[in-house]
């Protein structure tokens, strides 16, 4: 397996504008996971999914976020609009029992 | 709410010494605790997973120990090199099945 695949790698964007940050997790796993990681924050959950299904979204900082999974091979995390201060890594992460295992990150910067 | 922090928050050692990180945690009903690595603008590396009913896992020249009761939870390098330099991580997974973690322990380990 390739592990989780997140893209884009690198994302730059204007205020205001829509990003949509995507994941693949690792086929078989069940719970998917979003999180950002700043110097000032560390690393935070967002939300993350079992089955599909959201289960905790108390991390999403504010409704200009929404993460979707239409099916257990694809999740999207959305900012709409964005602002300078969503620059961030935004990191996914799966796991099936009890190891999570993470991609690489999509680095945001929001000028 | 379950807290996670991390001691020393940086360490510089010179090459071959043995040095361990520390991480605390508030909740001790956990699942398992784990040790992630991080390179510089990379993504998170697992390396080492401690179930709840264990004491302590090892790989190679890492040893990890976990003390439930007290909330706490050490990483032992044997032997440190070069390329061990990286920010070290540990999450903690609770009964909400999300990972919580701590700050990070940055380590350098000078030739």
């Known amino acids: 397996d390739a592990g989780v695949i997140q893209s884009p790698r690198h994302e730059v964007t204007e205020m205001g504008q829509e990003v949509t940050l995507r994941c693949k997790p690792i086929s078989g796993h069940d719970y998917l996971f979003w999180y950002r990681q700043t110097m000032m924050r560390g690393l935070e959950l967002l939300i993350y999914f079992n089955n599909n299904v959201p289960i905790d979204d108390s991390g999403m900082p504010e409704d200009r976020f929404s993460a979707k999974m239409p099916n257990a091979s694809f999740s999207t995390l959305k900012i709409q609009p964005s602002e300078p201060r969503d620059s961030a890594v935004y990191f996914c992460?799966?796991?099936?029992?009890?190891?999570?295992?993470f991609g690489q990150g999509t680095r945001l910067t929001v000028v | 709410k379950q807290e996670v922090t991390q001691i020393p928050a940086a360490l510089s050692v010179p090459e071959g010494e043995n040095l361990v990180l520390n991480c605390s945690f508030t909740d001790s009903a956990i699942y398992n605790l784990q040790w992630f690595r991080q390179d510089p603008g990379k993504g998170l590396t697992s390396l080492l997973l401690i179930q709840s009913s264990q004491r302590e896992q090892t790989s190679g020249r890492l040893n990890a120990s976990l003390d439930k009761s007290s909330g706490r939870s050490t990483l032992y390098i044997a032997a440190s090199q070069p390329g061990d330099s990286a920010t070290y991580l540990c999450a903690v997974r609770s009964h909400g099945q999300n990972f919580v973690f701590g700050p990070g322990t940055r380590l350098s380990v000078l030739p």
């Open positions: 992460a799966s796991s099936v029992g009890t190891e999570a295992f």
